[in-house]
């Protein structure tokens, strides 16, 4: 009895420990599936001082930081500690900032989970990722169980556990070994419309 009680709390502590698995809203098409919604959205000219910092931290030239939203939604959300489940700036979770930032920055509505997420994108090369593709991570043996959001010149943007939201090089040690794969958010919104 006591052996089955422990091995039911240690089941459940390991489904609630699970990175960015959290249950909430998720997108469906109508067959069930997991979809995007992707609407029209303008890119804003980055503020000055915003272009200069993000240029130097990803090495980049300051006309290279083009998309003012992405990099202000980036500033605002910069150090936002790790949540399980969270979606706001007191907490939030890999896939939670992944669902924020879509949504923010380029009108795009995801699902909330990491396992939902990686069935709405259209996969892709590591050299051809471009700034808003996600990019996923399989850690301790779990497939797909971190996202993280392209930018540039092999940047990405992403919840650390540890550190929050931050940036790294997408080649860095601790978190490369453990790169699944990238791609594009597909464009479901002509089958939204039917």
Known sequence: ???????????????????????????RGPNGQAVAIKRPYEIEKPKREIAE????????????????????FIDDWYGTPYRFGGLNKDGVDCSGLVVALQ?????TTLPRTCAMQVSVIKRKYEEDL?????????FDGKEFSHVGVYLQNGYIV???TRKGVIIVRLHDN?????????????????AQSN
Do not use: P, W
């Open 53 to 72: 910092k993000y240029a130097e931290i990803m090495g980049v030239k300051r006309s290279d930081i083009k998309n003012g939203k992405l990099y202000s």
């Open 1 to 27: 009895m006591i052996n089955r009680y422990l091995r039911l709390c240690l089941i459940l502590l390991v489904i609630f420990l699970s990175a960015c698995h959290s249950k909430k809203y998720t997108v």
């Open 158 to 160: 992403h919840a650390s």
């Open 130 to 138: 471009k700034e808003g593709d996600l990019v996923f991570f399989d």
């Open 174 to 190: 601790g978190i490369y070994q453990y790169f699944s794969r990238g791609g594009s958010i597909m464009d479901t919104t002509s």
């Open 103 to 107: 949504s923010e920055v380029f009108n």
